[in-house]
């Protein structure tokens, strides 16, 4: 690939030539192949409209699904079709884009092909990786069955059952012990899923699941908090990790600090040298890139995640982006950009602007600047904290704000209304409307016994 | 068990005193186990309220299904959670009833004790069992992989998935004759289920998928609905069974009456000798009884429904009720009671009637008397066909009249609201809110290959 070190670009690249030159479309429009439909490579295809490209969105399920809410849905507020979308349906009027239900198992960079686990290739001019991350066990995957994490609806679904048998099985265990495991929820991880996670299922036990158990008392519910670190939500300023710590506590749940998890099994965690017996062991610990790296025979950092440069491509190949929690994307402060869903969305944008951009055969974009938008968390049903710039709330006022720019951010008016209407009355009353303990197909009869 | 005959009981029965010799509660509440939370089984809780007996309601699952909405959920209308609710949420306030997710393996009626499958048991004074029926094959239950039927939550999310990767293969299959056979559906069974899958099949694929697929077309899809007897609904008149086939036509279902399936495989199905080459082939022909029969070692018809007295309790035993779907009820008139909600909800009122009227020593009730209030079932999004005695009703009034008793049925207002909202969706621009594949676990990951 020829390197048209005259350009303009601070990159030294170009794109249009080879990109033509591979093109059998008689329009010669760039194929561009998109693999990942999350917050990023939705993205892209939606700042894709109209600007010349036949786009190609691959992933492995069929829906897009709004992660920041994923929590809501293991701990029973929310349907999963509340957050999910059909990708599909998303571009269906946009004759440019064909969504394919596939798994990439790897990139033939020289051929510029996508290998798909079928066996078939997907030949591209133009290759955005968006892929996302999977949680990290850190080196212990074997602690996976014990300690589940929370990335899928499957996962969420999975979470949401083992919660809801737990207190099931609770109500009917003789041995006081063995109860009080079952009633034992360890979160694992203190970032904003760990204290979401841990909010709700304390507000489950307390508010919702109140007057629901006769053998039980639902107030006997344990729920611990096990971050490594030394507080709470790291990326917040001290001062609104000391609220989170404190509003946590005021909810029944127990903090530990300092210590990370050494062992989970079955039994519990061991933590600090001592062993917690608990049931049910939630991991929200730490993510790790999809294989994108290794697809690619690229640099990545300890996360996995592929380093690119100021333009989101990978070195020495112009025609393959890697954006999202896939990417370690550095800003020109020198600080890796967050793995959030608007960092993602700003690659997104900024991939797509510069395909456009070539297409036309324009001048390239500036390198991506990421603008930080602040930082969100909540804790309880009236208490969040938010983390703008100047701007610092915690409490009611800073839960309506997550409130109003979580349905904001939401797709479309009916899963608008439907999570308002959902939100009403789990806020309300406390009724979760999605306690539902379903199981793959006939595993059921195997947890009862 | 003594049998009063000097009672004026049509049955001869007597129950008060040998619940009150068993019972080991200090004020000699009468111990009611009922086992099994549908239409039957909740009605049972429900309307023991106030009537001076304390309530164990057992069921396998821990929500109560409307499983008449079911098939909405299989075709991607509405959300799980929309159609269930936690037993344990509906009886919260009740604090004579105790909820327990738990599976029965047995019944010692001797001792009067349920048998869990963890091995517990369970005393009881009066047993009402209200377990349901599953879907029959006829003796062939070697093709229930190859189709699914419909009873639970599971079955429809199965469901749901297979018909939704049915497309996802298509619009990926270069084969011509492979992409139809995955475009084709066979619905075997000409009830209101089959009917009603049928046609939402078919307007799932001519409607909600109509522009979102660039490879195949939808307007491709093959639905057959075979029935193996001489018309569709054949509880219904002639002349609705004939305006729902002409319906069904005009939605473009194929639909061959008069002749049985005699294999299906992974390769689809035989009928009248020939093989229909069917990727997703799904079973709404027959149901089996639960196997209460079997627990009390009584005599059942040949659905394997157990044979009870005009007072619904076994013969030879008055302490033991079968209700709903798990009984072959017989009216005055001779006839069986049809397996329908409002049967199994009449049985479980006159059976906390006579319960409640044991335990206050009054005079049991006349023999259970079914009144019929009539079928219902929808064809398409805008037909339906209503049988209520002189009403006889076909098309868009019959439709609006099942959506409002359908709503009307729904257990709370969030649920009526949620519902509501969906099907504006669904009936007017055809968008279905919950078109999602999700998996057990890692199951994802072999679908793709």
């Known amino acids: 690939m020829r390197q048209d070190t005259s350009n303009d670009s601070p990159l030294g690249l170009s794109g249009g ?18 693999v990942g439909a999350g917050f ?12 010349g490209a036949d786009v190609t969105i691959i992933d492995r399920r069929n829906h897009h699904l709004f ?24 571009f269906r009027k946009r004759k440019d884009v064909r969504t394919l239900l596939a798994e990439v198992d790897g990139v033939d960079a020289q051929a510029q092909n996508v290998l798909l686990t079928d066996g078939t290739t997907l030949p591209y001019d133009i290759l955005v990786l968006a892929t996302g991350a ?18 899928s609806l499957e996962d969420a679904v999975t979470i949401r059952r083992r919660v809801l048998l737990a207190f099931e099985k609770a109500e009917r265990e003789p041995d006081p012990a063995r109860r009080a495991a079952l009633q034992t929820f360890v979160v694992i991880g203190g970032g904003p899923t760990g204290v979401e996670l841990a909010g709700t299922i304390a507000e489950l036990a307390h508010l919702t699941l109140k007057q629901d158990f006769r053998s039980i008392d639902p107030d006997a519910t344990k729920v611990i908090l096990i971050e490594a670190g030394p507080r709470l939500l790291p990326v917040f300023t001290e001062k609104l990790s000391d609220y989170t710590r404190k509003a946590l506590q005021k909810l029944g749940v127990e903090i530990r600090l300092g210590k990370p998890v050494t062992e989970c099994s079955s039994e519990g965690v061991t933590v600090d040298g001592k062993h ?5 062991i939630l991991w929200a610990a730490g993510v790790q890139a999809s294989p994108a790296a290794r697809w690619l025979n690229t640099e990545a950092d300890r996360a996995g995640r592929v380093i690119v440069g100021p333009d989101l ?39 797509a602007d510069l395909i456009g951009r070539r297409i036309k055969l324009k001048k390239p974009p500036s390198p991506f600047r990421y603008r930080h938008q602040g930082n969100l968390a909540t804790i309880g049903r009236r208490l969040a904290v938010v983390d703008m710039g100047r701007l610092k709330l915690s409490g009611t006022l800073a839960w309506w704000m997550w409130k109003l720019i979580h349905i904001y951010f939401l797709i479309g008016v009916q899963n608008r209304l439907s999570v308002a209407l959902s939100w009403t009355w789990t ?5 979760r409307s999605s306690r539902l303990i379903t199981y793959a197909d006939q595993q059921a009869d195997t947890d009862l016994k």
Chains 1, 2 share one sequence.
């Open 134 to 151: 999977r949680h990290s066990y850190f080196g212990n995957d074997a602690w996976e069955p014990y300690a589940p994490g929370l990335k």
């Open 427 to 431: 806020h309300s009353i406390g009724y």
């Open 17 to 34: 030539h080879s990109i033509a030159a591979k093109s059998d479309y008689s329009n010669a429009r760039p194929r561009v192949v998109v």
């Open 40 to 51: 990023g490579g939705l993205e892209v295809v939606q700042s894709l409209a109209k600007k």
């Open 313 to 351: 491509t990978i070195p020495g190949n112009p025609n393959i982006f890697v954006i999202g929690d896939t990417a370690a994307a550095t800003g020109e402060d020198g600080k890796t950009v967050p793995g959030l869903a608007p960092a993602a969305k700003q690659q997104g944008q900024y991939v």
């Open 67 to 90: 992660q920041p809410l994923l929590y809501q849905v293991a701990s029973a507020s929310l349907s999963t079709s509340e957050i999910a979308w059909p990708i599909r349906a998303l």
């Open 276 to 280: 917690l017996p608990a049931e049910t």
